[in-house]
T-cell receptor, first 117, second 113 residues
Framework: AQTVTQSQPEMSVQEAETVTLSCTYDTSESDYYLFWYKQPPSRQMILVIRQEAYKQQNATENRFSVNFQKAAKSFSLKISDSQLGDAAMYFCAYRPLEIQGAQKLVFGQGTRLTINP | DTGVSQNPRHKITKRGQNVTFRCDPISEHNRLYWYRQTLGQGPEFLTYFQNEAQLEKSRLLSDRFSAERPKGSFSTLEIQRTEQGDSAMYLC???????????FGPGTRLTVT
C-alpha cells in the first residue's frame, strides 16, 4: 500500500522569506501523481500544485514550486516570498494512475505553516 | 461553477443516533469521493463513486456507514448508531474523467456526545 509521510508537524517562516516543506512517499508504481493541498483554518482544502511522476521537470505555480526526486521518493514544496495568507495546514498527497485502479488520494499527516509578520 | 457544497456544515448528535450528510459535487463532475479527517491528521479515503456506481470502499467504512449516489449527482453518507469515535470532519470531493484534480467541499464536522 502507498504511504505518504510529512515529518514536519509544524513550520514557521518570516513574512517575505522562503520555506520548504518536506514529503516522502512509498510506492511500487512507476507512474503516479503527487499533489500539495492547502487547508486554511476553518476553510476548505484547495489544490496548490501537482506533479506527474513521468515528468522530470519540477512543477511551478507562481510562488510555489516543488523539488521532485523520483528515485528518492521525495516531493518537497518551496514557498517563496511567504505571505500572511499562506498560513495553513499543507498536505502532501499521492494518487495512482487510472489503470492502477483506485482514484483515492493518500494524504500525509500535514504540516502546519505559520507566517510571522 | 459553484464548487462542491456539503450540508450540514456542523452536526452534533448523541451516541447511538443516526446521521446523514449530503454532498453536491461540481455539476459536470462524474466522480465523487468521501474522506474522513480527524483533528490534526490528513484526510483518509472512505469511498468513491463513478456516476452512480460505488466502485471502492475503504476498510474504514464499517457496516454502520453507507453511501449512495442514486442519480449520479448528489451523494449522501449515512452513519447509523453513531459512536464517539465517529467524531470527525467528513469531506467530499469531486473530479471528472478529464480533470484529475479533486475539488473539495467545506466538509461536515460531526461531534458525537
Amino acid at each position: 500500500a502507498q504511504t505518504v509521510t510529512q515529518s514536519q508537524p509544524e513550520m514557521s517562516v518570516q513574512e517575505a522569506e522562503t520555506v520548504t516543506l518536506s514529503c516522502t512517499y512509498d510506492t511500487s508504481e512507476s507512474d503516479y501523481y503527487l499533489f500539495w493541498y492547502k487547508q486554511p483554518p476553518s476553510r476548505q482544502m484547495i489544490l496548490v500544485i501537482r506533479q506527474e511522476a513521468y515528468k522530470q521537470q519540477n512543477a511551478t505555480e507562481n510562488r510555489f514550486s516543488v523539488n521532485f526526486q523520483k528515485a528518492a521518493k521525495s516531493f518537497s514544496l518551496k514557498i517563496s516570498d511567504s505571505q500572511l495568507g499562506d498560513a495553513a495546514m499543507y498536505f502532501c498527497a499521492y494518487r495512482p494512475l487510472e489503470i492502477q485502479g483506485a482514484q483515492k488520494l493518500v494524504f500525509g499527516q500535514g504540516t502546519r505553516l505559520t507566517i510571522n509578520p | 461553477d459553484t464548487g462542491v457544497s456539503q450540508n450540514p456544515r456542523h452536526k452534533i448528535t448523541k451516541r447511538g443516533q443516526n446521521v446523514t450528510f449530503r454532498c453536491d459535487p461540481i455539476s459536470e463532475h462524474n466522480r465523487l469521493y468521501w474522506y474522513r479527517q480527524t483533528l490534526g491528521q490528513g484526510p483518509e479515503f472512505l469511498t468513491y463513486f463513478q456516476n452512480e456506481a460505488q466502485l471502492e470502499k475503504s476498510r474504514l467504512l464499517s457496516d454502520r456507514f453507507s453511501a449512495e449516489r442514486p442519480k449520479g449527482s448528489f451523494s449522501t453518507l449515512e452513519i447509523q448508531r453513531t459512536e464517539q469515535g465517529d467524531s470527525a470532519m467528513y469531506l467530499c470531493a469531486s473530479s471528472s474523467d478529464t480533470v484529475y484534480e479533486q475539488y473539495f467541499g467545506p466538509g461536515t464536522r460531526l461531534t458525537v456526545t
